[in-house]
């Protein structure tokens, strides 16, 4: 039989003895804490007068080193724009990307620039930084220059007007700046030392006028290579030599082609390999391998940077293809329209639109304003009416010559025009300062070139006003439309729009019923 457990009752007394008073080396009766800090005190002391001026020595630099990180944790409440450089622990870097909306993916990722003058940049290079005007890196800059500074391959998304020009021209400029003069000379017929590539002719000659403004100060020679221009000038001056080639893709072949493939331009090629060679391992990550490989010899890896302001998955796979473990910088909301932007949607017919434009025009829109449409002679065709009207208006579209492009961008950026209308070809990476509106006559055939377009309106933290007109005919883009509009905190999607059935679902997605609403015919 099992013998039952006595139970304590809650009256019952127990007696506790208090055994630390009486252990040995110390009195009862007295502050036991108390006796050990007056024992440590005296054994501390007598430690003291045995040590030698040389442990001494070491004991006091271990004490200020304590006291320092002491002093340094108390501190660490402040916010990280009161800490200096050295002062700033992980936390704070990471409060810095919040504050500045940095996400990065990738290994190895070096802390952003909190101001120019606190980073390592050459006095030279900051003196035409200033020069330019730039007073503080946006946050594009902040986090992709000392990427690029490490020669390290980058994909950058972030909104437009962000300042990406300046974020891989920057590390550029640093880079061919450091190579010996005496190198530059005796290689400056063999062709570049970069290649900038865009997709418009009107985006390259932009990139062309920021890299001259900061490459010329530093005597570094810049040749645009693209359509409408002489390509006898354009090949007579890669023959002169150059350090940097800005180019549209399809010309840059042909010039080659045109110049035979000489050994002149053979670099250039060399430089747009089918794969991109370096290393897909760790060494590919860290700085100071690729440092080395770029400082040492004349066969180096190609360090390769893509900036864009949309970047759908399936393009980022196709990057990847021709980068190695490239470190992937995200501005705020990535591929999304401006938060600053308001956008603003109307459904009509195709035959409402001429009507519903003039009422937006003459409400009062402070100029410049764009007008988008899809087709070159459309463009033509309004642009001609708006003129006969009274207004102000220039074309922009690839039907157009070089001079005739450039004619109508610098009328508009003077204010001898008022509105410019245009194709896609203006959608991308142009830059027109304080654009009131951006107007989308005809709706954009996908969301990717809907938030190019919108991107010209709101440039460097302005706010601005996009407005699209629909037709049943856009329904194919309406479901991204409405996820856009709902997404922007400034804007307010029209009933119209978010009941409309096809903005309810993705195309292409297959809507199954479920099982309790299916009719079953007996």
Same mark, same amino acid.
């Not at 007598?46 to 200020?64: I, V």
């Not at 053979?266 to 590919?284: F, G, M, R, W």
């Given at each position: 039989?099992?013998?039952?457990?006595?139970?304590?009752?809650?009256?019952?007394?127990?007696?506790?003895?208090?055994?630390?008073?009486?252990?040995?080396?110390?009195?009862?009766?007295?502050?036991?804490?108390?006796?050990?800090?007056?024992?440590?005190?005296?054994?501390?002391?007598?430690?003291?007068?045995?040590?030698?001026?040389?442990?001494?020595?070491?004991?006091?630099?271990?004490? #200020?080193?304590?006291?320092?990180?002491?002093?340094?944790?108390?501190?660490?409440?402040?916010?990280?724009?009161?800490?200096?450089?050295?002062?700033?622990?992980?936390?704070?870097?990471?409060?810095?990307?919040?504050?500045?909306?940095?996400?990065?993916?990738?290994?190895?990722?070096?802390?952003?620039?909190?101001?120019?003058?606190?980073?390592?940049?050459?006095?030279?290079?900051?003196?035409?930084?200033?020069?330019?005007?730039?007073?503080?890196?946006?946050?594009?800059?902040?986090?992709?220059?000392?990427?690029?500074?490490?020669?390290?391959?980058?994909?950058?998304?972030?909104?437009?007007?962000?300042? #990406?020009?300046?974020?891989?021209?920057?590390?550029?400029?640093?880079?061919?700046?450091?190579?010996?003069?005496?190198?530059?000379?005796?290689?400056?017929?063999?062709?570049?030392?970069?290649?900038?590539?865009?997709?418009?002719?009107?985006?390259?000659?932009?990139?062309?006028?920021?890299?001259?403004?900061?490459?010329?100060?530093?005597?570094?020679?810049?040749?645009?290579?693209?359509?409408?221009?002489?390509?006898?000038?354009?090949?007579?001056?890669?023959?002169?030599?150059?350090?940097?080639?800005?180019?549209?893709?399809?010309?840059?072949?042909?010039?080659?082609?045109?110049?035979?493939?000489?050994?002149?331009?053979?670099?250039?090629?060399?430089?747009?390999?089918?794969?991109?060679?370096?290393?897909?391992?760790?060494?590919?990550?860290?700085?100071?391998?690729?440092?080395?490989?770029?400082?040492?010899? #004349?066969?180096?890896?190609?360090?390769?940077?893509?900036?864009?302001?949309?970047?759908?998955?399936?393009?980022?796979?196709?990057?990847?293809?021709?980068?190695?473990?490239?470190?992937?910088?995200?501005?705020?909301?990535?591929?999304?329209?401006?938060?600053?932007?308001?956008?603003?949607?109307?459904?009509?017919?195709?035959?409402?639109?001429?009507?519903?434009?003039?009422?937006?025009?003459?409400?009062?829109?402070?100029?410049?304003?764009?007008?988008?449409?899809?087709?070159?002679?459309?463009?033509?065709?309004?642009?001609?009416?708006?003129?006969?009207?009274?207004?102000?208006?220039?074309?922009?579209?690839?039907?157009?010559?070089?001079?005739?492009?450039?004619?109508?961008?610098?009328?508009?950026?003077?204010?001898?025009?008022?509105?410019?209308?245009?194709?896609?070809?203006?959608?991308?990476?142009?830059?027109?300062?304080?654009?009131?509106?951006?107007?989308?006559?005809?709706?954009?055939?996908?969301?990717?070139?809907?938030?190019?377009?919108?991107?010209?309106?709101?440039?460097?933290?302005?706010?601005?006003?996009?407005?699209?007109?629909?037709?049943?005919?856009?329904?194919?883009?309406?479901?991204?439309?409405?996820?856009?509009?709902?997404?922007?905190?400034?804007?307010?999607?029209?009933?119209?729009?978010?009941?409309?059935?096809?903005?309810?679902?993705?195309?292409?997605?297959?809507?199954?019923?479920?099982?309790?609403?299916?009719?079953?015919?007996?």
């Amino acid at each position: 039989m099992k013998k039952r457990r006595r139970t304590r009752h809650l009256n019952d007394r127990k007696f506790v003895f208090e055994w630390d008073l009486y252990r040995r080396g110390f009195i009862a009766g007295i502050d036991l804490k108390q006796q050990k800090r007056d024992q440590s005190r005296f054994y501390g002391d007598l430690m003291e007068k045995r040590r030698t001026l040389e442990e001494k020595e070491q004991e006091e630099l271990r004490l #200020k080193k304590v006291r320092k990180k002491e002093a340094k944790q108390r501190w660490d409440d402040r916010h990280w724009s009161q800490k200096k450089m050295d002062e700033m622990t992980d936390r704070d870097w990471r409060i810095f990307r919040e504050d500045y909306s940095i996400t990065t993916k990738g290994g190895k990722i070096p802390n952003p620039i909190r101001n120019w003058k606190e980073y390592s940049l050459p006095p030279h290079i900051l003196e035409v930084i200033e020069k330019c005007g730039y007073k503080d890196p946006t946050p594009i800059q902040r986090q992709a220059i000392p990427i690029g500074l490490q020669n390290r391959d980058i994909i950058g998304v972030a909104e437009t007007g962000s300042g #990406k020009t300046a974020a891989f021209l920057i590390p550029l400029l640093v880079w061919i700046t450091t190579l010996p003069k005496i190198d530059r000379i005796e290689d400056s017929d063999q062709g570049p030392y970069a290649v900038i590539l865009a997709p418009t002719r009107e985006l390259a000659q932009q990139i062309e006028e920021e890299t001259i403004k900061f490459g010329k100060p530093l005597g570094i020679r810049t040749v645009a290579v693209i359509g409408g221009i002489s390509r006898e000038d354009q090949g007579f001056k890669l023959r002169m030599g150059c350090e940097i080639v800005i180019a549209t893709p399809g010309r840059l072949i042909d010039v080659m082609i045109d110049m035979g493939f000489e050994p002149d331009v053979q670099k250039i090629l060399e430089y747009i390999p089918v794969t991109n060679q370096k290393p897909d391992t760790d060494d590919a990550e860290d700085p100071e391998k690729m440092m080395q490989n770029f400082e040492s010899g #004349k066969h180096k890896y190609r360090q390769t940077v893509m900036f864009t302001a949309t970047m759908p998955p399936a393009v980022e796979r196709l990057a990847r293809s021709y980068l190695r473990r490239p470190a992937v910088v995200y501005i705020g909301s990535a591929g999304k329209p401006h938060e600053r932007v308001e956008q603003k949607v109307i459904l009509m017919s195709e035959g409402e639109k001429r009507k519903k434009l003039l009422d937006v025009l003459a409400s009062g829109f402070e100029p410049p304003i764009i007008i988008f449409v899809n087709q070159k002679k459309g463009c033509d065709v309004l642009a001609k009416s708006l003129e006969k009207i009274g207004y102000n208006a220039c074309t922009l579209h690839g039907g157009k010559g070089q001079e005739q492009r450039e004619f109508a961008l610098s009328n508009l950026k003077a204010g001898a025009k008022d509105i410019l209308v245009a194709t896609d070809v203006a959608g991308r990476g142009i830059d027109i300062q304080d654009v009131s509106m951006v107007l989308n006559y005809d709706m954009a055939k996908n969301i990717e070139d809907y938030i190019h377009r919108i991107g010209r309106t709101g440039r460097a933290g302005k706010s601005g006003m996009a407005m699209t007109f629909l037709t049943k005919e856009d329904s194919s883009v309406f479901y991204d439309l409405k996820q856009a509009i709902l997404e922007s905190p400034v804007s307010n999607c029209p009933l119209p729009l978010a009941n409309h059935p096809d903005a309810q679902h993705k195309p292409g997605t297959i809507l199954t019923k479920k099982r309790r609403e299916e009719t079953i015919f007996a």
